[in-house]
């Protein structure tokens, strides 16, 4: 059975850092595992995504703050956040895929396994 388990998540103060894990049971398998968020009222966003050789894509609003990867031996995706704004205020989701080959890994109908979330909340 597929299984995905986020945490990292809490409140912090504008500027600040998190980072999120993502542990999964068939990791190596994936093609692609990505970061997403969903603050309510929003839409799924595509925060970052990674493939199976490592090579990852962000999306412009967190490029240069947010940096993806993953450690094969512990099977576990990470999201490391920095310089977080009040705008990243939102539930984080990872997202897991077999297949590689898609146009956009930063779009949320590509995966096809999903986490349950963890809350990242951002202050001013």
């Known amino acids: 059975q597929v299984q995905l388990v986020e945490s990292g998540g809490g409140s912090v103060q504008a500027g600040g850092s998190l980072r999120l894990s993502c542990e999964v049971s068939?990791?190596?398998?994936?093609?692609?595992m990505g970061w997403f968020r969903q603050a309510p009222g929003k839409e799924r966003e595509g925060v970052a995504a990674i493939d199976r050789d490592g090579s990852a894509t962000y999306s412009d609003s967190v490029k240069g703050r947010f940096t993806i990867s993953k450690d094969n031996a512990k099977n576990t995706l990470y999201l490391q956040m920095n310089s977080l704004k009040p705008e990243d205020t939102a539930m984080y989701y990872c997202g897991g895929r077999w297949g590689t080959g898609v146009n956009n890994a930063l779009h949320s109908t590509v995966y096809t396994y999903w986490g349950q979330g963890t809350q990242v909340s951002v202050s001013s």
């Open positions: 068939v990791f190596y398998s994936f093609g692609y």
